[in-house]
């Protein structure tokens, strides 16, 4: 089966910096990935997703970069600000079935300091 | 565009009783997920349905957890007895089925707390 990972429990940033929060995953069918964030008392919300047959994809102030050779997803945020402040969940799945159901990280938790 | 809703939102009860989540997905999505997401861990499938079927069960203890979806529509998941370690915040989310579409859409969660 999937297990994906965070590399760090918590980060910690100054308002105005980047900030980057790194996933690792080991089912090399994974083929779809999603970056969620969820604020205390709320369920994940989708932030941005990435198919395996691309290495990058930008949103809003967000980047996600996959490199499948290492099995490794990063999420950049720029320009952080005190709402981004969250837990951070990458969540893998293999597109090409009926079971869609995603494998979650263990989360980062994003502190950003004014 | 309204939600996913569930109720309640919090639940506290005693060790060897029982409880029960509800969840309205959005409008038109078939695929209905409940996930167990436990303090400081990211949420784990507990089951799948499309429309009214069971898509995976595979990680629903179902000595103690039944879930249903009668109509395609509401689902409800029950726990018959609780343990404490059922102790956790059970979230709901729905998705829609098509080419191309993944997007999984979350309700607020419920928290249980067994004592």
């Known amino acids: 089966g999937e297990s994906v990972g965070l590399h760090l429990p918590t980060l910690s940033v100054q308002e105005g910096d980047n900030s980057i929060i790194n996933c690792a995953y080991s089912n090399s069918a994974s083929d779809y990935f999603i970056w969620y964030k969820q604020e205390s008392g709320k369920g994940p919300q989708f932030i941005i997703d990435i198919r395996s047959n691309m290495d990058k994809r930008q949103g809003q102030r967000v980047t996600v970069l996959l490199n499948k050779t290492v099995k490794h997803l990063s999420l950049q945020i720029a320009a952080t600000q005190p709402g981004d402040s969250a837990v951070y969940f990458c969540?893998?799945?293999?597109?090409?079935?009926?079971?869609?159901?995603?494998?979650f990280g263990s989360g980062t938790r994003l502190q950003v300091q004014p | 565009e309204a939600g996913v809703a569930q109720s309640p939102r919090y639940k506290i009860i005693e060790k060897r009783q029982s409880v029960a989540f509800w969840c309205n997905p959005i409008?038109?999505?078939?695929?209905l997920y409940w996930y167990q997401q436990i303090l400081g861990q990211g949420p784990k499938l507990l089951i799948q349905?499309?429309?009214?079927?069971?898509?995976?069960d595979s990680q629903l203890p179902k000595d103690r957890f039944s879930a249903e979806r009668l109509k395609g529509v509401d689902s409800t998941l029950k726990i018959q007895p609780a343990k404490l370690e059922d102790s956790a915040v059970y979230l709901c989310?729905?998705?829609?089925?098509?080419?191309?579409?993944?997007?999984?859409?979350f309700g607020p969660g419920t928290r249980l707390t067994v004592t």
């Open positions: 989310a729905s998705s829609f089925v098509g080419t191309g579409v993944h997007e999984q859409y």
């Open positions: 349905f499309q429309n009214n079927g069971v898509v995976d």
């Open positions: 969540a893998a799945t293999p597109m090409d079935t009926g079971r869609r159901a995603l494998t």
């Open positions: 409008s038109g999505h078939a695929t």
